[in-house]
């Protein structure tokens, strides 16, 4: 491993995505949601994913030069059509259009059908929050989770967002439905780690924490196991009815995972009658989960996001960690 400036990463990024047809104000902004994805230590789906983006956009599954359209609007809500446009672009334009519906009513709900993979959901939770808004948002995905009891993979890990305002920052929920996503599993793979905790089935039905096994048998276990797998259910369900797009079961292939159903319900804080004290409040929730008693020795008690805003420092300072042969190989995309 090896440190990259976060400068040196974004210029790389958005030099490669003007060659793969992005217009110079595309490749600054997706090249910059990138960089902040590995700037705050979501290498899987920040430099470590990039690789697989350019690979998608060469073969047409992602339009570079494409906008979302609208399709209907009711009052708050808003359905889109993503146009196969860059799954990261389309998310943001997604969560401030969002934001602009509650700026008018309280609330806004926009959904995408025909989309691509958004990377990193945190990225739109984080945004909406220090902007002021709650953010509320989900992605179903191709079939990559078994149901609780199968053994072959019809759900998806759905990731899901809850993010909220505080103290000019915020606290930020972002999770897929499989103990560890298909981007962690293969980062721990790829520096030869086993994962912390069990995180599926091997191919003789044997819980295992070698991600290798899991990333084999196409068989991560969901979070909560029977609830992780009907909350992946519904998410699906609710994407798909929102926005009018495909489910999981019509999204087929994982190799290209494009096409897929997303929702964003952003709530503006400011509109609240209690708005001015909700700092206190989550400051009190904070500080008594801060008096827990830790396992052990090693257990550190963090709160949903607390981490981010160190890790995002460090990596300013001294370059975000990459290894030196991927990031060579990057260079020649």
Not at 306 to 327: A, L, M, Q, T, Y
Request: with cysteine; glycine share 10%.
């Amino acid at each position: 491993m090896f440190r990259v400036p976060a400068d040196t990463m974004r210029s790389e990024f958005a030099r490669i995505l003007r060659k793969n047809g992005f217009s110079s104000e595309k490749a600054e902004k997706c090249a910059e949601i990138f960089t902040v994805n590995s700037l705050e230590g979501v290498l899987s789906h920040g430099v470590n994913r990039f690789p697989r983006f350019i690979k998608n956009t060469m073969e047409g599954f992602v339009k570079p030069d494409a906008e979302p359209t609208l399709i209907h609007r009711f009052g708050s809500v808003e359905q889109w059509n993503g146009n196969l446009g860059p799954g990261p672009l389309n998310a943001l334009f997604a969560t401030d259009r969002a934001a602009g519906l509650a700026d008018e009513n309280g609330i806004g709900i926009v959904t995408l059908a025909n989309t691509n993979h958004w990377m990193r959901g945190g990225t739109y939770g984080w945004h909406a929050a220090r902007k002021g808004y709650v953010l509320i948002s989900w992605t179903n995905t191709c079939p990559n989770m078994p149901a609780w009891g199968a053994r072959d993979p019809r759900l998806g890990n759905n990731p899901f967002v809850l993010a909220v305002p505080y103290m000019n920052d915020a606290v930020v929920l972002d999770f897929a439905m499989t103990q560890f996503s298909y981007g962690k599993m293969e980062a721990y793979r790829n520096s030869g780690e086993k994962l912390p905790f069990p995180g599926g089935f091997n191919k003789e039905d044997e819980m295992t924490n070698d991600p290798a096994e899991i990333l084999e048998s196409w068989r991560p276990v969901p979070i909560g196991y029977w609830k992780g797998a009907g909350l992946s259910m519904l998410l699906d369900i609710l994407a798909t009815v929102l926005s009018g797009g495909q489910s999981t079961h019509q999204v087929k292939t994982c190799s290209s995972e494009y096409a897929v159903s997303q929702v964003f319900i952003a709530i503006k804080a400011g509109t609240l009658k209690n708005f001015p004290s909700i700092d206190s409040s989550i400051k009190g929730i904070i500080d008594d989960l801060k008096q827990s008693v830790p396992a052990d020795d090693n257990s550190v008690v963090r709160y949903p996001g607390e981490n981010v805003s160190k890790i995002r420092d460090e990596s300013i300072r001294n370059g975000i960690p990459v290894n030196k042969d991927f990031w060579e190989k990057l260079l020649k995309l």
